[in-house]
């Protein structure tokens, strides 16, 4: 079975502050991928970073960049110099092109304060 | 181009009354997703479409729910004899099958209320 974590229901951060958020998971598989999508309050779901599982080097997009460690089932996002604009729901999910399901995880709540 | 689009945007109906909701993918996008998501929960898959056919329907919670998809693109969700517990945002999402970044594109969802 293929899981997403996110311990984490809620965090805040200071603007232009730096805030990780964590994601484990689990799978069997050995060929997927990994992704955080962002849910502002407007409800759409936009893309913020992927990464290959396959691919050693962690994946950055900006201010936004993640600790991939594969051998932990790990995958966290740091988001640097935040904005007010980043604040949202943000969820890690993961994709086996196997099963071509999308597992989410339950989502971290962040706020970011002026 | 466009991007997927859900309609209606919110939708508040009786108890026992069905409801259609409807998601337009992204054109030439042959996989479609429906999601539910529950008040501060994550994201519940419903049921999975590659072109019209659908080869996952785990997801749907009841036989209550159903779906469909027409001609590879509209897809309709239908909920018969909705319950309270069914209040909820319905998210779709579609993804191209040759696209090698699985990346999925979301709509905006339509905000289910059951009184």
């Known amino acids: 079975a293929q899981t997403v974590t996110q311990s984490q229901p809620e965090m805040s951060v200071q603007e232009a502050e730096t805030v990780t958020l964590s994601c484990t998971y689990d799978?069997?598989?050995?060929?997927?991928?990994l992704f955080w999508y962002k849910q502002p309050p407007s409800r759409q779901m936009i893309l913020v970073i992927r990464?290959?599982?396959?691919?050693?080097q962690n994946a950055t997009e900006n201010r936004f960049s993640v600790n991939f460690q594969k051998a932990a089932k790990s995958f966290s996002l740091k988001i640097s110099d935040s904005q007010l604009g980043d604040t949202a729901m943000y969820f890690c999910?993961?994709?086996?092109?196997?099963?071509?399901?999308?597992?989410f995880g339950t989502g971290t709540r962040l706020k970011v304060l002026a | 181009g466009a991007g997927v689009s859900q309609s209606p945007s919110n939708k508040v109906t009786e108890k026992g009354k069905d409801v259609e909701l409807r998601c337009d993918p992204i054109?030439?996008?042959?996989?479609l997703y429906w999601y539910r998501q529950s008040l501060g929960q994550g994201l519940e898959f419903l049921i999975y479409?590659?072109?019209?056919?659908?080869?996952?329907k785990s997801g749907l919670p009841s036989d209550r729910f159903s779906a469909e998809r027409t001609g590879g693109s509209v897809s309709t969700l239908t909920i018969q004899r909705t319950q309270q517990e069914d209040s909820a945002v319905y998210l779709c999402?579609?993804?191209?099958?040759?696209?090698?970044?699985?990346?999925?594109?979301f709509g905006p969802g339509t905000r289910l209320t059951v009184t």
């Open positions: 999402a579609s993804s191209s099958a040759g696209s090698y970044t699985y990346e999925q594109y």
């Open positions: 799978t069997s598989e050995n060929n997927y991928y």
């Open positions: 990464q290959e599982a396959y691919k050693q």
């Open positions: 999910a993961l994709y086996a092109p196997i099963i071509y399901k999308y597992i």
């Open positions: 054109s030439g996008h042959t996989a």
């Open positions: 479409f590659q072109g019209n056919s659908a080869p996952d």
